[in-house]
C-alpha cells in the first residue's frame, strides 16, 4: 500500500522568512496530493491541493510543487506570519481505492515574531 | 463551522466498555470516513464508506466496527477489543462529484482508564 514520509517534524523560521515541508510517497498511482493545516485542538483544514497532471500550484502565499518522477511533493510557505504556526500534513490518494487518504506524520511550523 | 458534526467532543470510558462516537453530516456527501489522530502521528484510516450500506476497512480496523444505515451518519463504535483506544477521532466527508477534498469534524476525545 502507500506510505508517505513528511520532513521535518519541527520547523521553526522567523516571521517573514519562507518555510518549505517536503513529502515522498511510494505507490506511483497515486494521483492527488492534498495539504491540511491543523491548528491546536481544531480540525484538519485544507490549505491547497495538486492532482498528478499539474507540476505546481499557487494560492497567495501558498504554492505547492509536484515531481512524479522523484514521487516527492512540497509545500512552499512564503512570508510566513504567526498566525501560520500549525501542524502540517501532507497526503496523496488514488481515486481507485475509494480516495482514501494516506497521511504524512506531520510537520509543527512555528513562526517566531 | 457546519456542515459535519462530531459528538461528543470529549468522552471518558472505562476499559472493558464499548462506546459509540457519533458523525453526521448535511453536505449531501456520498463518502465518509474515520480516522484516529495520536501524538507525533499522522490521521490514520479506520473504516470509510463511499456509499449507503457498504463500508470498507481502513488500515487501522481492529477493534473497530461502523455502520452506514443513512447517508448523513457514520457511527463508529470503539469496542473492548481495541487495545489502545485512547485518541482523538476525526470524521471526515466527501463528494466525489465536488472534487477530492475531504471535510473534517470537530472531532471527539476519547479517554479510557
Known amino acids: 500500500g502507500e506510505n508517505v514520509e513528511q520532513h521535518p517534524s519541527t520547523l521553526s523560521v522567523q516571521e517573514g522568512d519562507s518555510a518549505v515541508i517536503k513529502c515522498t510517497y511510494s505507490?506511483?498511482?497515486?494521483?492527488?496530493f492534498p495539504w491540511y493545516k491543523q491548528e491546536l485542538g481544531k480540525r484538519p483544514q485544507l490549505i491547497i491541493d495538486?492532482?498528478?497532471?499539474?507540476g505546481e500550484k499557487k494560492d497567495q502565499r501558498i504554492a505547492v510543487t509536484l515531481n512524479k518522477t522523484a514521487k516527492h511533493f512540497s509545500l512552499h510557505i512564503t512570508e510566513t506570519q504567526p498566525e501560520d504556526s500549525a501542524v502540517y500534513f501532507c497526503?496523496?490518494?488514488?481515486?481507485?481505492?475509494?480516495?482514501?487518504?494516506?497521511f504524512g506524520a506531520g510537520t509543527i511550523l512555528r513562526v517566531k515574531s | 463551522d457546519g456542515g459535519i458534526t462530531q459528538s461528543p467532543k470529549y468522552l471518558f470510558r472505562k476499559e472493558g466498555q464499548n462506546v459509540t462516537l457519533s458523525c453526521e453530516q448535511n453536505?449531501?456527501?456520498?463518502?465518509m470516513y474515520w480516522y484516529r489522530q495520536d501524538p507525533g502521528q499522522g490521521l490514520r484510516l479506520i473504516y470509510y464508506?463511499?456509499?449507503?450500506?457498504?463500508?470498507q476497512k481502513g488500515d487501522i480496523a481492529e477493534g473497530y466496527s461502523v455502520s452506514r444505515e443513512k447517508k448523513e451518519s457514520f457511527p463508529l463504535t470503539v469496542t473492548s477489543a481495541q487495545k489502545n483506544p485512547t485518541a482523538f477521532y476525526l470524521c471526515?466527508?466527501?463528494?466525489?462529484?465536488?472534487?477530492?477534498?475531504?471535510?473534517f469534524g470537530p472531532g471527539t476525545r476519547l479517554t479510557v482508564t
Open positions: 471526515a466527508s466527501s463528494s466525489p462529484r465536488k472534487g477530492r477534498e475531504q471535510y
Open positions: 505507490d506511483s498511482a497515486s494521483n492527488y
Open positions: 495538486i492532482r498528478s497532471n499539474v
Open positions: 497526503a496523496a490518494s488514488r481515486r481507485e481505492y475509494g480516495n482514501k487518504l494516506v
Open positions: 453536505l449531501n456527501h456520498d463518502a
Open positions: 464508506s463511499q456509499i449507503v450500506n457498504d463500508f
